[in-house]
Nanobody, 120 residues
Framework: QVQLVESGGGLVQAGGSLRLSCVAS????????MGWFRQAPGKERESVAA????????VYADSVKGRFTISKVNDKNTVYLQMNSLKPEDTAVYYC?????????????WGQGTQVTVSS
């Protein structure tokens, strides 16, 4: 059974930092891209950041460029999202995703999500 388990969410003041982690298990994730989506109340789900298997391709949403950093450790099937200079508009449920390619992230394996709340 494939599982993606996120951790690291919480409540933080604006300007603060959080680090999200996600561990994938239940199958071989060789050559899988991993990434993070988020969904705020009343808004559509959006891609935040994604990284290819080898790490050579990284993409970020314009709204988080320069503030968020994605990284992964392949032999641990783990992906991280370092979030700095957090803003209230970053408040959302953050989901970890694993997929065969960056282009298919939305239809890949999803975690249950972790809440991030940024207070002003």
């Amino acid at each position: 059974q494939v599982q993606l388990v996120e951790s690291g969410g919480g409540l933080v003041q604006a300007g603060g930092s959080l680090r999200l982690s996600c561990v994938a298990s239940g199958r071989t994730f060789n050559n899988y891209a991993m990434g993070w989506f988020r969904q705020a109340p009343g808004k559509e789900r959006e891609s935040v950041a994604a990284i290819s298997w080898g790490g050579g391709v990284i993409v970020y949403a314009d709204s988080v460029k320069g503030r968020f950093t994605i990284s992964k450790v392949n032999d641990k099937n783990t992906v991280y999202l370092q979030m700095n200079s957090l803003k209230p508009e970053d408040t959302a449920v953050y989901y970890c995703v694993a997929a065969p390619s960056l282009a298919t992230m939305a239809s890949g394996y999803w975690g249950q999500g972790t809440q991030v709340t940024v207070s002003s």
